[in-house]
């Protein structure tokens, strides 16, 4: 009898002691997902706390970085789903890739950064998800009642976001624009709509720009920027026969490539881009034109003249205003610098 009470007490014992173990593991099995909720929590506040705060300072953002050329940053604003959607709308095989693509197409960073949008364009909803409609972005070459001939690079698309630790916004999803004809925004203006192609062909003469430099002596540190950057759109500030004159001095074959070949003459681009300001003045010439010596543009290291510009000089520039624009000017005549 004693025997079997004590084996019923051994069987008993042994019985609690795996009760107590089962519950332990519970415990700490329920603490550990506790903890790893916690972390996962703390890990989307960090994540939150860098991201864009507004569904439009993520766009622009975004085309920042790209603009900047730092692709990987930029995708850094993208999930792993955006990310794949950017790269296989553009033929590439990762989002830096694209964004490099999309950057290739950019004419001008200033005005495709410097963007403005209707209130009506961004949507911010309760569940903390947002959209922002880049389809419908304005430039800052848009005129009331006119828009310019072509934007001044690609529109990302209708963007999907989501808040990320209640802080900014990722994006999720991006919708290419459509084409066809312009949509109408909540502020009642048409914005042209038409995708740009991938790859897009150089006009063999480009519409003149809707904003015009209209102060002379700026425009040779203008004419710099643009080679720096290689953007080819700088052949719209000049009249057909300076596009000839100066794709002649470069020995090139047209306006086009020779803003390639002389981009790839510039040895540092930050600097070639930022020549020094008041180095360059404007005497008026017969006609109502405007000569700029661009032979004097002059850059600087740690503040001090240096000798050797990082780039190719940028040369004399004949300038005339063109029908119906008082104020802008176009470079009408170019010489290379002696």
């Known amino acids: ?17 795996t009760s107590l173990v089962t519950d332990h593991i519970a415990q700490t099995r329920a603490t550990a997902a506790q903890q790893s909720a916690a972390a996962h929590s703390d890990r989307q506040a960090n994540i939150g706390r860098v991201l864009p705060r507004t569904p439009v300072t993520a766009l622009r ?4 970085l790209v603009a900047q050329r730092i692709p990987e940053s930029a995708c850094a604003g993208l999930d792993t789903h955006a990310a794949t959607q950017l790269a296989t709308r553009y033929g590439e095989p990762d989002c830096a890739a694209a964004a490099r693509r999309i950057r290739s197409q950019v004419d001008d960073i200033n005005d495709w950064t410097e963007f403005t949008f209707a209130p009506g364009d961004q949507k911010i909803h309760a569940d903390g998800t947002a959209t922002m409609n880049g389809c419908a972005i304005r430039f800052p070459g848009h005129r009331i009642g006119k828009a310019p001939a072509r934007d001044p690079g690609p529109r990302i698309g209708r963007l999907t976001l989501r808040q990320i630790g209640g802080g900014g916004y990722l994006i999720t999803h991006i919708e290419p624009c459509p084409t066809g004809p312009a949509p109408t925004t909540p502020s009642g203006s048409s914005v042209p709509m038409t995708a740009r192609p991938t790859a897009p062909a150089a006009p063999s003469s480009p519409a003149v720009p809707s904003m015009l430099p209209v102060y002379p002596p700026s425009v040779p540190a203008m004419v710099a920027r643009r080679i720096a950057d290689g953007s080819t759109y700088l052949c719209a500030y000049f009249t057909p026969a300076a596009r000839a004159q100066f794709a002649h001095a470069a020995r090139a074959a047209d306006c086009e490539t020779a803003v390639t070949e002389l981009r790839t003459r510039v040895t540092d681009t930050r600097r070639y881009a930022n020549p020094d300001s008041g180095t360059t003045t404007a005497t008026p010439a017969a006609g109502g034109r405007v000569t ?9 290291i740690l503040g001090q003249p240096h000798a050797t510009p990082p780039g190719p000089r940028i040369g004399r520039l004949t300038l005339e205003h063109p029908p119906g624009d008082p104020n802008g000017y176009l470079i009408a005549g170019y010489a290379p610098c002696r």
């Open 1 to 17: 009898m004693n025997k079997k009470i004590t084996a019923a007490g051994l069987v008993l014992t042994i019985s609690v002691s």
């Open 292 to 300: 700029v010596d661009g032979c004097a543009l002059t850059w600087t």
């Open 61 to 64: 953002t975004f085309m920042s």
